[in-house]
C-alpha cells in the first residue's frame, strides 16, 4: 500500500498571502493525485486531480504541480473561505484509495 | 444537478446491526462507482471500498474486509454500507462518493454513526 505524507500539519498564513501544501508518495504514483478542501462539518470537496487539473468550478487561485513522489497544491492568495484542511490522495495503485493525513490551513 | 443523498444520523449500541444508505440522482447511477470513506472524530479520510453498481462488483480495503459490507440496489439508484455487529470503533463519519477513476468526483453530505452503550 503507498503511503501518502503531507507537510506541513499546520500551515498559518494571513489572508492574501501564498499558501504552498506538500505532498509525497512512498513510491511513484506518475500524476494520478488528486487534491481536497475540507471545511469543518462538510464533506471533503475535489480540488484538482492528475495533479494538475482543476475540477469543475474551482478557482484559478488553486493550482497543482508535480509528479512520481513530490506534488504540491499552491493557493495563490488565500481568501477566507479557503482556510480548511486539504488532503492529498493517490490513486496510482488502487485500490485502495490512499489519503494523507491532512495539512490544515488557518489564519495567521 | 449531480446528487448523492445519504441517509440521517444513527445512535447504535455495541453490538446492533446497522445499514446506512447513499442515493444518486442527476446523473446515470449505473455509469459511476460509489465508494465509502470513513472519518473518525478528528481524523483523516480513510477509503473502505468501492462496488460497481451496474455488476455489483466490489473492492473492500483489507482494513475493513470482513468487517463491513457493500451492496447495492440499482432498481433505486442506492448503495449501502452496512454491519452486522457494532463496535464502539466505528463511532465515525461515513462519506460516499461517485468516480469513474480513482478520485471522488462529487460527495455525499455524509452519515454520521455513534456507537455507545
Known amino acids: 500500500e503507498i503511503v501518502m505524507t503531507q507537510s506541513p500539519a499546520t500551515l498559518s498564513v494571513s489572508p492574501g498571502n501564498r499558501a504552498t501544501l506538500s505532498c509525497r508518495a512512498s513510491?511513484?504514483?506518475?500524476?494520478?493525485l488528486a487534491w481536497y478542501q475540507q471545511k469543518p462539518g462538510q464533506a471533503p470537496r475535489l480540488l484538482i486531480y492528475g495533479a494538475s487539473t482543476r475540477a469543475t468550478g474551482i478557482p484559478a487561485r488553486f493550482s497543482g504541480s508535480g509528479s512520481g513522489t513530490e506534488f504540491t497544491l499552491t493557493i495563490s492568495s488565500l481568501q477566507s473561505e479557503d482556510f480548511a484542511v486539504y488532503y492529498c490522495?493517490?490513486?496510482?495503485?488502487?485500490?485502495?484509495?490512499?489519503f494523507g493525513q491532512g495539512t490544515k490551513v488557518e489564519i495567521k | 444537478e449531480v446528487q448523492l443523498a445519504q441517509s440521517g444520523a444513527e445512535v447504535k449500541k455495541p453490538g446492533e446491526s446497522l445499514r446506512i444508505s447513499c442515493k444518486g440522482s442527476g446523473y446515470t447511477f449505473t455509469s459511476y462507482w460509489i465508494s465509502w470513506v470513513r472519518q473518525m472524530p478528528g481524523k483523516g479520510l480513510e477509503w473502505m471500498g468501492r462496488i460497481d453498481p451496474s455488476d455489483s462488483y466490489i473492492n473492500y480495503s483489507p482494513s475493513f474486509q470482513g468487517h463491513v459490507t457493500i451492496s447495492t440496489d440499482k432498481t433505486i439508484s442506492t448503495v449501502y454500507l452496512e454491519w452486522s455487529s457494532l463496535k464502539a470503533s466505528d463511532t465515525a463519519m461515513y462519506y460516499c462518493?461517485?468516480?469513474?477513476?480513482?478520485?471522488?468526483?462529487?460527495w455525499g453530505q455524509g452519515t454520521l454513526v455513534t456507537v455507545s452503550s
Open positions: 490522495q493517490q490513486y496510482n495503485n488502487w485500490p485502495p484509495w490512499t
Open positions: 513510491q511513484s504514483v506518475s500524476s494520478n
Open positions: 462518493a461517485r468516480h469513474t477513476g480513482g478520485f471522488g468526483e462529487s
